[in-house]
């Protein structure tokens, strides 16, 4: 929970604690977050803030975070002034403490952060989502790489090193098979058989990013509809969130991300697998603004292999979700004990239509090259 205390730590124009409205944000598996704002303020865009408490059990290095983190929204404000508009609300702002830091440690050794809430945003997924909405999300996505493609990748470091190493993701995978520490593999033995059987896709990303085949870009790593915010008025994209994950890697991780969430007609959550498929018109929809916002900068192997990222990320997100089960559920927050099992198995419902369909899946994306 957070505190006053906490509150306080930073630089903000709070004006009176005592009128203080905080509301805790439910969504994402990992770091706490809160809306706080001064009801005295209300009406004006003066006394809102999101602060959220890093989750230090899987971001082991804080500091080395709230750096990139740093690097980054300075670097998207410089160029929201280079074309006339006004960071605070097309940005996110962070905040410093009363140290002059971008991060404050409170007393039991939290850490915490906080950011300018952005006036008048709301993130896309609340607004109705159609097919369009994947247009502007791929063309938003387009345009958070463009912006650091000039963006010195190698000043940032590598928050969760490995994030997307899909063939140490299957290593991973194979020893929490073999250790069995929850006890729980005989009871998904269909799925650690699927799983291992496409051992043969692990690399065709990773492989490729360390020899050179496919550049190295600043990326997102988390590029779900809800991490995109739009201005509430005329629905245009403001700006991704959730920069805990930006780190080097390779754009196929951003699109293929993207699409798994995306491209998906159920929650990632979806039990019942008569309900999960892959939607091809969610991935032309996010093609069309992907590749239309970003076929000036991406190679010809990148954009070769879009489809492919699509099954690789959902797969590797599929393979954590598994380890995770069998190691007992210690790194994705769950609801219930099989919580893990059904979104292994819903990522690989997912998995085996995009597999399915990789001719069509290319002949869509190469429309709009
Ligand atoms: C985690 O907490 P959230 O939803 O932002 C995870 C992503 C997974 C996602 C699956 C740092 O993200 O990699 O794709 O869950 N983030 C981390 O829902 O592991
Ligand atoms: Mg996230």
Not at 243 to 248: E, G, S, Y
Request: aromatic share 10%.
């Amino acid at each position: 929970m957070i505190t006053i205390d906490v509150i306080k730590s930073f630089r903000t124009d709070i004006e009176d604690y005592d009128s203080l409205e905080i509301t805790k944000i439910e969504s994402g598996h990992i770091n706490q977050t809160y809306e706080v704002r001064d009801k005295t303020l209300a009406g004006t865009f003066r006394g809102h803030y999101i602060f959220q408490r890093i989750n230090t059990n899987i971001f082991k290095d804080p500091v080395g975070l709230m750096n990139n983190i740093m690097l980054v929204t300075e670097f998207a404000a410089k160029t929201a002034v280079a074309a006339g508009k006004d960071p605070k609300t097309n940005t996110l702002t962070l905040m410093k403490s009363v140290q002059d830091k971008v991060y404050y440690v409170d007393g039991e050794g939290y850490y915490w952060r906080c950011y300018l809430f952005l006036p008048n945003s709301v993130n896309l997924d609340v607004v109705e989502v159609t097919p369009n909405t994947y247009v502007q999300a791929g063309g938003a996505l387009a345009d958070f790489q463009r912006m650091l493609a000039d963006f010195d990748a190698s000043k940032l470091c590598e928050v969760i090193p490995g994030f997307h190493d899909t063939r140490n993701r299957f290593k991973n995978l194979k020893k929490a098979i073999e250790e069995n520490r929850s006890g729980r593999a005989s009871q998904c033995e269909e799925e650690i058989k699927f799983a291992l059987s496409l051992e043969n896709i692990t690399g065709t990303v990773i492989d490729r990013l360390r020899d050179g085949r496919l550049p190295l870009r600043v990326t997102h790593n988390d590029t779900k509809l809800s991490n995109i915010m739009i201005d509430n008025d005329n629905h245009e994209v403001l700006c991704l969130i959730d920069l805990d994950t930006v780190m080097p890697g390779s754009a196929l991780y951003d699109f293929g991300d993207a699409l798994r969430a995306g491209g998906s007609s159920a929650a990632e959550d979806e039990a019942d697998l008569s309900k999960v498929k892959f939607l091809e018109l969610n991935f032309e929809k996010y093609c069309e603004g992907y590749i239309g916002g970003a076929r000036d900068f991406l190679t010809s192997e990148e954009l070769d292999l879009l489809p492919e990222a699509a099954a690789i990320l959902t797969y590797e997100c599929g393979i954590r979700f598994l380890s995770d089960f069998l190691d007992g559920d210690t790194y994705f927050s769950t609801k219930y004990p099989e919580h893990n099992l059904v979104r292994a198995r819903n990522q690989f419902k997912l998995v085996r239509d995009i597999l399915g369909n990789l001719d069509r899946l290319h002949a869509i994306a190469n429309k709009f090259r």
